[in-house]
């Protein structure tokens, strides 16, 4: 555990270093604060007489779609490439394998540095959030269940992570395992969108975790089959990714 926690900072530190990660979080953070605002102004530009309260109340649930959807896949395509592509092309990764490290503690410290950095972006998207609902003059009402959303939706963020991180030991271009990320991914919404039944049976179909969870849940025993779908994708995932990058040449 000692040499998984230290590779796992090794890779954290990596990620830190890159800026861009900041500024976009930044940007994300920017365009929550503008989603309550823009109520408010047209609200009173309007003239209209309008509560403050009810306009904001569960601000972080409207804004779930934008972060599991749109900002969070984008970010784990981007650090899952910086951490295993990137690394292969500049053969960097040779550094890596030289530290008294094994391939499987290293990979899994690879992919849980993307899941770890989703996971923070996430916290501090809902903390934004929710001081904007508060400072804006709406009340705490929402912000218990939006947590609670949150952390419900890491499981399928993390079978996405899993995913991505698989796909990249196929790819060795940068630029290429970014264009085949997004690809894939929207090629997955796309058919759970537009094919009959897929959408059960594909994980990008369960981002949005919570909405079984909460407000009108399903019994838990309908929640098993689901359960287990997820669980397999993770499992089968991660077993193939470490695999492939255990038979990778440098």
């Known amino acids: 555990m000692p040499v998984f926690i230290a590779s ?48 904001l109340g569960g601000l972080t649930l409207s804004h779930m ?40 503690k290293l990979y899994f410290s690879k992919v849980t540095a993307v899941f770890v950095l989703c996971a923070f972006d996430l916290a501090v998207l809902f903390v934004v959030t929710a001081v904007t609902q508060l400072v804006l003059g709406g009340t705490a009402e929402g912000i218990g269940t939006g947590l609670a959303a949150c952390l419900l939706d890491l499981v399928p963020l993390a079978v996405l992570i899993c995913f991505l991180c698989c796909l990249d ?7 290429l395992a970014v264009l085949i990320g997004v690809v894939a991914y929207v090629g ?44 397999g994708y993770g499992l089968v995932f991660a077993c193939c990714g470490h695999l492939l990058f255990e038979r990778r040449e440098c």
């Open 65 to 104: 779609t934008f972060f599991l959807q749109i900002f969070l896949p984008l970010m784990a395509i981007m650090a899952a490439c910086d951490l295993f592509p990137v690394e292969f092309h500049d053969r960097t990764i040779r550094a890596c394998l030289m530290r008294p490290v094994g391939r499987g």
């Open 169 to 175: 030991q196929l790819l060795r271009g940068p630029s």
């Open 188 to 231: 997955l919404l796309a058919i759970g969108l537009y094919v009959g039944g897929a959408g059960g049976m594909l994980f990008t179909g369960y981002l949005k975790w919570h909405n079984l969870w909460i407000g009108t849940a399903l019994p838990f025993f309908a929640m098993l089959p689901r359960i287990g779908l997820l669980v």
């Open 8 to 55: 796992l900072q090794n890779e954290l530190f990596k990620l830190r270093k890159r800026k861009k990660y900041t500024v976009l979080l930044v940007i994300a953070s920017a365009i929550c604060v503008l989603s309550g605002l823009r109520g408010i102004v047209v609200n009173a530009i309007s003239g209209m007489d309008f509560d403050r309260a009810a306009l």
